[in-house]
């Protein structure tokens, strides 16, 4: 009988990103990467945010090195690598560094030739990107199979999120795309906000987005920040906790179907799109 090697399986990589700053983008990447860690996956987050991290923040970590010294040559990814909650495996970013704002090309080959070497490691790698449409966002995502924005009711927040996905459609078409709409009074709010997102995509994108679903307006949430503890860690019964596990395990129950694996080789520049935004919100 011949013996069969056993291929090892690449991780699903999501990308939670946002057209606006203080929608929650990094509480929701926070606490999927640790509901998915609580579903018995091994799961790693990329704080993207290369100049203004605050992952580790969130989940009251303070990690001695960082992605920076990655980027420069001074360390190895697995050497920057500390445990958060439920066995999270963060890599941090730095603070208050305006030389990693906009990476290289040879600085982005780093860190994907790093990112390779440990993915046979992990089920799932979530990178939380910064906010809004700079190039180090746009080349972030470009890293993983699925773009989850977030986004929420304010109608700045919807037309920010429309301009990133338009962004996205043009630079890289291939890119799935999934919405998750943020602190939501209830289903019937957040499903408006997707509609107004479909509709404008559809008519003006010529292409389909998917809802992946909303996180309910909790209290609890700030309270969880202040304490640097991810809600679902914190207070696991709480209304947005329960949230976070429905998106966790309805991305794990899809996880089947989607390409894995991180899109290490990012397609060619494409000329700079200015991301106009039609009267969708």
């Not at 929701?28 to 998915?36: E, G, T």
């Not at 309910?216 to 207070?235: F, K, N, T």
Request: hydrophobic letters at 45%; aromatic letters at 4%.
């Amino acid at each position: 009988m011949t013996a069969t090697t056993a291929v090892p399986r690449r991780p699903i990589s999501i990308a939670v990103t946002s057209g606006k700053g203080g929608v929650g983008k990094t509480s929701v990447a926070v606490n999927l990467a640790v509901a998915l860690a609580r579903l018995r996956n091994r799961v790693a987050i990329l704080d993207a945010d290369f100049g203004l991290g605050n992952v580790d923040v969130m989940m009251g970590l303070a990690p001695p090195a960082h992605v920076g010294h990655v980027l420069v040559g001074e360390k190895t990814l697995r050497e920057v690598l500390v445990t958060g909650p439920c066995g999270v495996q963060v890599i941090p970013a730095s603070s208050g560094m305006p030389q990693l704002t906009a990476l290289t090309d040879g600085q982005w080959d780093r860190l994907g030739d790093s990112l390779d070497e440990i993915a046979d490691d992990f089920d799932y790698v979530i990178i939380d990107t910064g906010a809004g449409i700079s190039d180090n966002v746009v080349e972030a995502i470009r890293l993983a199979n699925l773009a989850l924005v977030v986004t929420a009711l304010e109608p700045t927040a919807v037309v920010d999120a429309y301009a990133l996905i338009k962004l996205m459609s043009t630079t890289d078409p291939a890119q799935e795309i999934e919405v998750v709409v943020n602190n939501a009074r209830d289903a019937s709010e957040a499903q408006l906000v997707f509609t107004q997102l479909q509709v404008a995509a559809t008519r003006f994108l010529k292409r389909r987005i998917q809802y992946a679903g909303f996180i309910a307006h909790d209290p609890a949430v700030r309270e969880s920040v202040l304490v640097q503890r991810p809600i679902v860690d914190h207070l696991p019964q709480s209304p947005a906790s329960r949230c976070f596990r429905i998106l966790a395990s309805r991305l794990a129950g899809a996880a089947a179907g989607r390409a894995a694996g991180l899109r290490l080789v990012r397609p060619a520049p494409t000329a700079p799109v200015t991301p106009g935004t039609p009267q969708c919100a």
